[in-house]
């Protein structure tokens, strides 16, 4: 089963817009990870949060933490159409042995 | 630095006959992890190889099945194919434990089975 269920399941924006995604997961985690992939090909590790940082930021990207509410937030700032991809988010379990991941929010960016 | 490697790119295969994925890491990684993104579907977690040992494995049944090789690399091998086999195969590998550090993926192995 699935640990991570992102919201929403599909985004459609305009170039210079913010996007915002959500990540909701079920059990204790060590850290949460957000992927994006594009059509058809592997995914690229965006950013790591551990579970002791509320907040992280990377060049447009900004995720946030909320362990009390088991959820995660990822949000693009500006965005373009080459931010055009699937985003995913993975939890890692305690056990440290596999990293789970959501179904993914679809981004669609329109020049 | 060279990224992770997977071979082949698209195999087509008909049904009860056997696939094998490759999958080679970055230098220096130790842990290949094997996952099935199924068409609309998000990745399921299939195996973990770490240092030639299988160290965890998803709810897949046992025709998956894979090895790690003394250079790290890693083969997939799924028997007796079935149609809803048919999905990306992704290959990644880490320098650390998953959730403790990124996951570096390949492009994949498309595998459709006819």
């Known amino acids: 089963s699935q640990q991570g269920e992102e919201d929403p399941q599909a985004l459609s924006i305009q170039e210079g817009e913010n996007a915002t995604m959500n990540c909701s997961y079920k059990?204790?985690?060590?850290?949460l990870q957000w992927y994006r992939q594009n059509s058809g090909r592997g995914l690229v590790h965006l950013i790591l949060i551990r579970s002791n940082e509320r907040e992280k930021h990377s060049g447009r990207l900004r995720v946030t933490l909320d362990t009390s509410k088991k959820s995660s937030s990822l949000l693009i700032t500006a965005s373009r159409a080459a931010d055009t991809a699937s985003y995913f988010c993975a939890t890692g379990n305690t056990g440290f042995q596999k990293l789970v991941f959501g179904t993914g929010t679809r981004l669609l960016v329109s020049p | 630095e060279a990224g992770v490697t997977q071979s082949p790119t698209h195999l087509i295969k008909t049904r009860g006959q056997q696939a094998t994925l490759r999958c080679s890491p970055i230098s220096g990684h130790t842990s290949v992890y094997w996952y099935q993104q199924a068409l609309g579907l998000g990745l399921q977690f299939l195996l973990w190889y770490d240092e030639g040992e299988e160290r965890n494995r998803g709810n897949f049944p046992p025709r998956f099945s894979g090895r790690q090789f003394p250079n790290y690399s890693s083969e997939l091998n799924v028997n007796a194919l079935e149609l809803e086999d048919s999905a990306l195969y992704l290959c990644a590998s880490s320098s650390g434990q998953a959730g403790n550090s990124p996951l570096h993926f390949g492009n994949g192995t498309r595998l459709t089975v006819t």
């Open positions: 059990t204790s985690i060590n850290n």
